[in-house]
């Protein structure tokens, strides 16, 4: 199974230049946890996330109303393609400790794939598992 057959399409993004503010209503709105910044195109710069707003933004104690998106968001994001086998992408998932994995076409933002898709789907229920368990392991081991 590849990933575009468990990935949800074309997610909701925010803009690079958009206020935090507008971000927070966003995840707030949604119940999302995480935001793809894309740009023009839906290029994927970046990915915001609830925690990047609390530590990067509201305990640094920058006004969320006047701090872009650009300014806090995680700039360094792994993706995987939408052709990629669903255990390449739980790996990669596991080993960098990541809950969700944008799925990029060319650097343009198709889809996202989280722990939840696998836990949904029977076939793959242990995958989601087992790359928690590798999440919170690391986590404990801090």
């Given at each position: 199974?590849?990933?575009?057959?468990?990935?949800?399409?074309?997610?909701?993004?925010?803009?690079?230049?958009?206020?935090?503010?507008?971000?927070?209503?966003?995840?707030?709105?949604?119940?999302?946890?995480?935001?793809?910044?894309?740009?023009?195109?839906?290029?994927?710069?970046?990915?915001?996330?609830?925690?990047?707003i609390?530590?990067?933004?509201?305990?640094?104690?920058?006004?969320?109303?006047?701090?872009?998106?650009?300014?806090?968001?995680?700039?360094?994001?792994?993706?995987?393609?939408?052709?990629?086998?669903?255990?390449k992408?739980?790996?990669?998932?596991?080993?960098?400790?990541?809950?969700?994995?944008?799925?990029?076409?060319?650097g343009?933002?198709?889809?996202?794939?989280?722990?939840?898709?696998?836990?949904?789907?029977?076939?793959?229920?242990?995958?989601?598992?087992?790359?928690?368990a590798e999440?919170?392991?690391?986590?404990?081991?801090?």
């Amino acid at each position: 199974m590849l990933v575009k057959d468990l990935m949800t399409p074309d997610p909701l993004t925010i803009s690079p230049e958009a206020p935090v503010s507008a971000a927070a209503r966003l995840l707030s709105r949604y119940n999302l946890g995480v935001l793809p910044v894309a740009g023009n195109g839906k290029q994927l710069c970046g990915v915001l996330t609830d925690r990047d707003i609390v530590l990067r933004c509201v305990a640094a104690e920058k006004a969320p109303e006047k701090t872009t998106v650009r300014e806090i968001m995680t700039r360094r994001v792994l993706s995987a393609a939408p052709g990629d086998e669903l255990e390449k992408a739980a790996q990669l998932m596991a080993q960098e400790q990541v809950r969700r994995l944008p799925v990029t076409d060319g650097g343009r933002l198709v889809g996202l794939l989280s722990l939840g898709d696998f836990s949904a789907n029977r076939e793959f229920a242990m995958e989601a598992s087992a790359c928690l368990a590798e999440i919170c392991r690391n986590f404990i081991q801090r």
